[in-house]
């Protein structure tokens, strides 16, 4: 069964940073590009990253560009998204994506607040 288990998520100040952790299970993790996506309350699902099965090339949103940063450790099955200088706007549930064998995969998402 394939799962996507997001952690980290929390409340943060404004500037400060959070590490969110995506662990997958119940297929090759190594061979799918992994996302990580985010919704803010009333908005659209948006993508924030991803990157490939390597992890040796990334894509960003153009307002997250050199403050988030997507790697992944395969030997773990674990993609990661390191934020800093985090800012109120990037308040939103943040969900690990993958296209596993045809089909739409999402974890359940973990909270990201940023507030004073």
């Known amino acids: 069964q394939v799962q996507l288990v997001e952690s980290g998520g929390g409340l943060v100040q404004p500037g400060g940073s959070l590490r969110l952790s995506c662990a997958g299970t119940?297929?090759?993790?190594?061979?799918?590009?992994m996302s990580w996506y985010r919704q803010a309350q009333g908005e659209k699902r948006e993508l924030v990253a991803d990157?490939?099965?390597?992890?040796?090339?990334?894509n960003y949103a153009d307002s997250v560009k050199g403050r988030f940063t997507i790697s992944r450790d395969n030997a773990k099955n674990t993609v990661y998204l390191q934020m800093n200088n985090l800012k109120p706007e990037d308040t939103a549930v943040y969900y690990c994506?993958?296209?596993?064998?045809?089909?739409?995969?999402w974890g359940k998402g973990t909270l990201v607040t940023v507030s004073s």
């Open positions: 994506h993958a296209i596993v064998r045809g089909l739409y995969r």
């Open positions: 119940g297929f090759t993790f190594g061979v799918y590009v």
């Open positions: 990157i490939t099965r390597g992890g040796d090339s990334a």
